[in-house]
C-alpha cells in the first residue's frame, strides 16, 4: 500500500477533522509530518537548536529589512543554479519592475552578496529565532484539541513526530505573518514550498494577500503534500500553484481537496529554459568528443549503478567510436569511479547534468527524472530497461519518437548506431515535451504576476 493510500485509510478510520487548536483543524500540517514518517524517512522534530546553529546567517542582508516591497519571496539558497558566475534562484526571472524581496532559508549556507544576482535579500534566520522565542513565550500553552484521536493513532501506528512543537511552531508562523502583513503590505507572496510554511501561508490569507506556491519538485497523484481526500481549511493552502507542465495540473483535477483546478498554472522551470536556449560548448567536453562519431550522456542512479554499468562496460568495448559519458548521482562517491573504464567512457564532474545532457546527441538511464528534462532539452533518451523500470515510468508517457527503450547492450548499440539525430528537429523534441515542462519560464511567470495584480 502506497504513502497516500495508507493516509486514506487513515482518514477514513479516524476523525482527524476534530484534531484542531484554537478552533483551527490542524489535521493538514499534522499530516505532512506523518506521511514523512510512513515514507520512511526520519521522525520529523522540530529541533531547539536549529536556529541557533546558523546563527552566523542571522545578519545576512539585515538591512534589506527596512525597505518597502510589492512582492516577497520564501525561498532557500540550496535552490539556485549557476548561469554565468552567478547563482540565480527561480524567482530571480520576476521582473525588475516589482520590488521583491528574498526572506532566503540557507541550505546550507547563503552564497556571499556578489556571487548572487539578487537585489533585496535577508536570512530567514531571525524568523526562526523568533519563533523559537513565541513557542516558549506566547504560544507556549497551545493546545491540541481532541488530542485523543491522535494519541490513538500515534498509540496504534508508532508515530514519533512532536506534533505539539508543529502546533506552536504554526501559530509562531501566523503571528510573524500577520506582523508582516501589517508592515510591508505586499501584493504577493510567493513559497518554494507551502506546506512548511503553513502558518504564513494562513496569516497572508487573512489579509487578502494572494499566495504562491512555485512548484519545486515532482508533483503526482502519489504525492501526500498534493493530494488530499477531505475537505480541510483552505486557509492553509496557498491560492495559486505554478507549474512546470500541465501533467502536474492533471493531478489538481482528480478528486483533490488542495485547490481548485483554474488556479493551477504552468509556467515551466527556469534552468532548464535557461539552458536550453544559452547551451554553450564546453571546451574540455568538445575536445573529449572529438575523436568519436557519437555521444551517451549517461545519468547514473544509485539505486541501479551496478547494473547500468554492466551494460554502458559492455556497449563501450563493442563501440569504441561512441563515447560514454557518466554522470554519476554522487560526484563525491560514486560507483562508476571505482571502475576500470574503457577509454571511451568518461566521468565527468565539471559539467552539472543539464550542461551536460545538452552537450550529447544522446541521453541514457533508466527511470531518473533525467529522462523527461532531457527531452526538455532537445536530446532524445535511450533508456534502460532494466527491471522494466524505464517502460514502466515512460512508456506511456514520453513521445515514442524521441524516447527509446533497450533491454542491453546489443539493444542499445543498435539504436545509437540506426539513429540519426541530425533528422531530428530538436524544436518538435523539446514541444513533444509541454506536458511536462513548458517553454518560456520568464515570460509565463511575469504575465501571471502582471494579470494577477492587474498590471
Known amino acids: 500500500m502506497s504513502v497516500i493510500e495508507k493516509i486514506s485509510e487513515l482518514e477514513k478510520k479516524y476523525q482527524v477533522k476534530s484534531i484542531r487548536s484554537k478552533g483551527i483543524v490542524i489535521w493538514p500540517l499534522i499530516r505532512i509530518y506523518l506521511s514523512y514518517e510512513i515514507f520512511g524517512k526520519n521522525p520529523v522534530k522540530v529541533k531547539r537548536n536549529k536556529a541557533i546553529r546558523y546563527l552566523k546567517n542571522c545578519f545576512y542582508g539585515f538591512g534589506s529589512w527596512f ?6 519571496v520564501f ?38 552578496r556578489t ?39 500515534q498509540n496504534n501506528l508508532q508515530f514519533k513526530t512532536d506534533y505539539n512543537s508543529l502546533v506552536k511552531q504554526f501559530f509562531s508562523q501566523h503571528y510573524i505573518g500577520k506582523l508582516i502583513s501589517k508592515i510591508y503590505r505586499p501584493k504577493a507572496v510567493f513559497f518554494t514550498s507551502y506546506f512548511t510554511n503553513m502558518g504564513y501561508v494562513k496569516a497572508f490569507k487573512e489579509f487578502n494577500i494572494p499566495t504562491i506556491e512555485l512548484q519545486h519538485g515532482v508533483i503526482n497523484e ?9 475537505e480541510n481549511d483552505k486557509t492553509l493552502f496557498p491560492d495559486f500553484f505554478l507549474t512546470f507542465g500541465k501533467s502536474e495540473k492533471k493531478v489538481f483535477d482528480l478528486p483533490n481537496q488542495l485547490i481548485d483546478v ?11 529554459d535557461y539552458i536550453s536556449k544559452n547551451s554553450k560548448n564546453d571546451p574540455t567536453l568538445t575536445k573529449i568528443k572529438k575523436p568519436y562519431k557519437r555521444s551517451l550522456a549517461v545519468s547514473g542512479q544509485v539505486v541501479y549503478d551496478i547494473k547500468i554499468w554492466e551494460i554502458i562496460e559492455d556497449s563501450a568495448k563493442r563501440s569504441p567510436d561512441t563515447l560514454f ?11 562508476y569511479s571505482r571502475q576500470k573504464l574503457p577509454n571511451n567512457v568518461h566521468i565527468i564532474t565539471h559539467l ?21 528534462e532531457s527531452i526538455s532539452l532537445g536530446v532524445p ?43 531530428m528537429n530538436r524544436k518538435e523534441i523539446i514541444d513533444s515535451n509541454n506536458e511536462y515542462i513548458v517553454p518560456n519560464f520568464e515570460k509565463n511567470l511575469n504575465q501571471f504576476i502582471d494579470k494577477l495584480l492587474n498590471v
Open 381 to 423: 533518451n535511450i533508456l534502460l530497461n532494466i527491471e522494466d523500470k524505464a517502460k514502466q515510468y515512460y512508456e506511456n508517457k514520453l513521445s515514442p519518437k524521441f524516447t527509446f527503450f533497450a533491454n542491453n547492450a546489443m539493444e542499445l548499440l543498435s539504436l545509437i548506431e540506426s539513429i540519426d539525430v541530425n533528422q
Open 222 to 230: 502519489e504525492h501526500f503534500a498534493y493530494r488530499y481526500f477531505i
Open 262 to 272: 483554474y488556479n493551477v498554472f504552468e509556467t515551466g522551470h527556469f534552468y532548464i
Open 325 to 335: 559519458c557518466i554522470i554519476p548521482r554522487n560526484v563525491e562517491d560514486n560507483y
Open 115 to 153: 556571487l548572487i544576482p539578487t537585489k533585496h535579500i535577508v536570512s530567514k534566520i531571525p524568523l526562526y529565532l523568533l519563533i523559537e522565542v513565541l513557542k516558549r513565550t506566547k504560544f507556549r500553552n497551545a493546545q491540541i484539541e481532541n488530542n485523543e484521536v491522535l494519541k490513538t493513532m
Open 352 to 372: 552539472n547534468c543539464y550542461e551536460t545532457i545538452i552537450s550529447c546527441d544522446f541521453h541514457c538511464t533508466v527511470n531518473s527524472s533525467c529522462s523527461i
Open 67 to 72: 525597505k518597502k516591497y510589492d512582492i516577497l
Open 75 to 112: 525561498n532557500e539558497s540550496g535552490s539556485r543554479k549557476i548561469i554565468d558566475h552567478l547563482y540565480y534562484d527561480k524567482f530571480d526571472f520576476i521582473d525588475k519592475k516589482y520590488r521583491v524581496l528574498f526572506v532566503e532559508l540557507p541550505n546550507p549556507n547563503h552564497y556571499y
